[in-house]
């Protein structure tokens, strides 16, 4: 799943693009788990654009819970969590505030489950600080899309793991993609930005084209990419992962189609581009920084750590979290 930013990332220039045909996905295929333990030594860190530099924004997964329970759920770990109460989740805002923090993309489980969530985005308002939401869209409603213009959300981001039904349906449970299309159509009727967001596997490789195909007719303001990582539920599912030779057909068809699409069809991350681990942390829902939301790893808790720390020590191990997803396993050719 993306990260919802107010900006769109590119398709980086590939070195060399063969015109290779989309493979047919073979859910059976073995692949070996490769091991995800953070490089010792993760070589060149690739340089971000200027723009991507600065340490502005994070993701929040402000609750935990959730009401549908995809089979390939990253946010799914061992051990029991507890949310931030209202006034600990108020004094993190603040702190973040005083961190630099100027962008907050509101996570979960489901964001929208949270009840004191609008107060949260209200709190937001009182540091000037923008925000987005991610969200399964099955309880944005025309009343929540309306709230929601009136916060001035920046943008939404609705997950979508078929272009079809039955595609994601089979991951997410039945009726899933009539209410995720309802609400992304809910947040575009009030005028706020929305974009689909795709994780790309094996199962639904073969609709990669016709994703953006389902957002234009949506109406989507953006259709991003990304992809499976070896996360949470998605640890029991490595077959489902894309290796090299799927990983290279489709960023190469996928860039050339996003020349010809009505709307940006762009790439996450975890698919291609600059890794931004501790640049764009992610906070768990008891408040704890990891180096990005496709990384359980726990480095410190907010509320603990003095604000005017949290850039520095973010940037001090930056180095050792590059590509900490585990994405060398299908951007790397003879990797997995
Ligand atoms: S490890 Fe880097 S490339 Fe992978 S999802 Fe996190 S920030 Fe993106």
Known sequence: M??????PTEWPDPPDYPELPMPPTRPDAPATPPDYEPDDDPGEIQPLPEF???FYAVTWAVNHACNLKCTHCYDVVPYS?????????????????????????????????????????EHCQTHHM?????????????????????LDIA???ISFDGATPATHDAVRGSGAFAEAVAGLRALRAEGIRAQMEVVLSRQNA????????????????????????????????MTDMLDY????????????VSQQASIPVTPNCALIGACVANIEPHITCDGWITPCY?????????????????????????????????REAWIKAGVA
Not at 2 to 7: A, L, M, N, S
Not at 91 to 118: H, M, N, P, W
Not at 245 to 256: E, K
Not at 297 to 326: E, Y
Request: glycine share 8%; with cysteine.
């Open 294 to 326: 496709l990384s359980s790893q726990k480095l410190f808790s907010v509320l603990d750590t003095p604000p005017h720390h949290i850039k520095d020590w973010l940037a001090a191990s930056r180095r050792q979290f590059q590509n900490v997803c585990g």
């Open 155 to 157: 943008v939404v981001g």
């Open 52 to 54: 991507r530099q600065p």
């Open 81 to 121: 969590r507890h949310d931030l109460p209202t006034d600990k989740a108020l004094t993190l805002i603040d702190r973040l505030a005083e961190a630099g923090v100027t962008f907050i993309a509101f996570s979960g489980g489901e964001a929208f489950l949270r009840k004191d969530l609008y107060i949260l985005m």
């Open 130 to 150: 923008r925000f987005g939401a991610r969200s399964n869209g099955t309880r944005i409603t025309p009343s929540t899309a309306k709230r929601l213009r009136e």
């Open 245 to 256: 030779p799927t990983w290279l057909a489709l960023t190469t068809t996928l860039r050339q």
């Open 2 to 7: 993306g990260f919802p930013k107010p900006w």
């Open 206 to 237: 073969h609709e990669a084209e016709l994703f953006i195909e389902v957002g234009e007719k949506l109406g989507a303001s953006e259709v991003n990419f990304s992809t499976m990582a070896p996360q949470g539920r998605a640890k029991h599912r």
